[in-house]
C-alpha cells in the first residue's frame, strides 16, 4: 500500500487566489474527518475548504470528497483523483482557498485544486507500507556474510540478533516471501542451517 510518510502542505497563486494545500496520512475516517474539520476551523475565515480522502485499513473502504461551494466537480473530484492517480491509500487532502477577486472558470479551478493537491502530497512524501512475516534463522560463525549477504539481496531485514554457540537471527521480510528466502537460505548454505517460522 502506498501512502504518505507525514504532513505536507503547499501554496499556490493562480489570478490573485491563494491556493494552500493540505495533505495528512489518516488510518481511518475519523482521523479523516479531524483532519478535515482542524483545517476548517484554521481557516475559517477562507472562501473554500475543499477536501478528499481515500481511506482502505483493511476492514472499511472509503472515498469521499466535498467541492465546499465551489462549482460542482471543479475541486473536490479533481483531488480525489489526484489521490487516486498517485495510487495512494489512508490519506486525506485539503486545499484552502482564498478569493482573489479574478473568476478563474471550471477548468482553471480544476487545475488549480489538483495541482494545490499534488504539491502538498510531493511535500508530504509517499511511502510505502506492505504487511510482514519474520522468521528465525540458527547458523554457524563462518557462515555469517553468506546468510547476511543473502538476506540483504533479498530485501530482507535481520531485527534480531542472538550470539551464542550459534548465531541466531530473527529475519523480517515482505509476507508471502519467506518459504522462498528460506530455501535460498538453505541452498546458500548446502543445508547447515536451522530454520523456524514465527508466529
Same mark, same amino acid.
Given at each position: 500500500?502506498?501512502?504518505?510518510?507525514?504532513?505536507?502542505t503547499?501554496?499556490?497563486?493562480?489570478k490573485?487566489?491563494?491556493?494552500?494545500?493540505?495533505?495528512?496520512?489518516?488510518?481511518?475516517e475519523?482521523?479523516?474527518?479531524?483532519?478535515?474539520?482542524? @483545517?476548517?476551523?484554521?481557516?475559517?475565515?477562507?472562501?473554500?475548504?475543499?477536501?478528499?480522502?481515500?481511506i482502505?485499513?483493511?476492514?472499511?473502504?472509503?472515498?469521499?470528497?466535498?467541492?465546499?461551494g465551489?462549482?460542482?466537480?471543479?475541486?473536490g473530484?479533481? @483531488?480525489?483523483?489526484?489521490?487516486?492517480?498517485?495510487?495512494?491509500s489512508?490519506?486525506v487532502?485539503?486545499?484552502?482557498?482564498?478569493?482573489?477577486?479574478?473568476?478563474?472558470?471550471?477548468?482553471?479551478?480544476?487545475?488549480?485544486y489538483?495541482?494545490a493537491?499534488?504539491?502538498? @502530497?510531493?511535500?508530504?512524501? @509517499?511511502?510505502e507500507?506492505?504487511?510482514?512475516e519474520?522468521?528465525?534463522i540458527?547458523?554457524?560463525y563462518?557462515l555469517?556474510?553468506?546468510?547476511?549477504?543473502?538476506?540483504?539481496?533479498?530485501?530482507?531485514?535481520?531485527?534480531?540478533?542472538?550470539?551464542?554457540?550459534?548465531?541466531?537471527?530473527?529475519?523480517?521480510?515482505?509476507?508471502?516471501?519467506?518459504?522462498?528466502?528460506?530455501e535460498?537460505?538453505?541452498?546458500?548454505?548446502?543445508?547447515?542451517?536451522?530454520?523456524?517460522?514465527?508466529?
Amino acid at each position: 500500500m502506498r501512502t504518505l510518510k507525514g504532513p505536507g502542505t503547499a501554496r499556490l497563486v493562480v489570478k490573485k487566489s491563494v491556493f494552500i494545500g493540505y495533505a495528512s496520512p489518516a488510518k481511518n475516517e475519523e482521523e479523516a474527518k479531524a483532519f478535515i474539520a482542524k @483545517i476548517k476551523a484554521h481557516h475559517s475565515d477562507a472562501n473554500h475548504n475543499v477536501s478528499a480522502y481515500v481511506i482502505n485499513d483493511g476492514r472499511n473502504f472509503a472515498v469521499r470528497y466535498d467541492d465546499d461551494g465551489e462549482p460542482k466537480g471543479s475541486a473536490g473530484k479533481p @483531488i480525489l483523483k489526484v489521490i487516486q492517480n498517485k495510487g495512494l491509500s489512508n490519506v486525506v487532502v485539503v486545499v484552502t482557498r482564498y478569493f482573489g477577486g479574478i473568476k478563474l472558470g471550471y477548468g482553471g479551478l480544476v487545475k488549480a485544486y489538483s495541482e494545490a493537491a499534488s504539491l502538498a @502530497i510531493e511535500n508530504a512524501g @509517499i511511502v510505502e507500507v506492505y504487511e510482514t512475516e519474520r522468521f528465525q534463522i540458527t547458523f554457524p560463525y563462518n557462515l555469517f556474510h553468506t546468510v547476511r549477504e543473502t538476506i540483504e539481496k533479498a530485501g530482507a531485514r535481520v531485527v534480531g540478533e542472538d550470539y551464542s554457540n550459534n548465531v541466531t537471527f530473527t529475519v523480517e521480510v515482505r509476507k508471502g516471501e519467506a518459504e522462498e528466502l528460506m530455501e535460498l537460505l538453505r541452498e546458500r548454505t548446502r543445508g547447515r542451517v536451522g530454520l523456524g517460522a514465527l508466529s
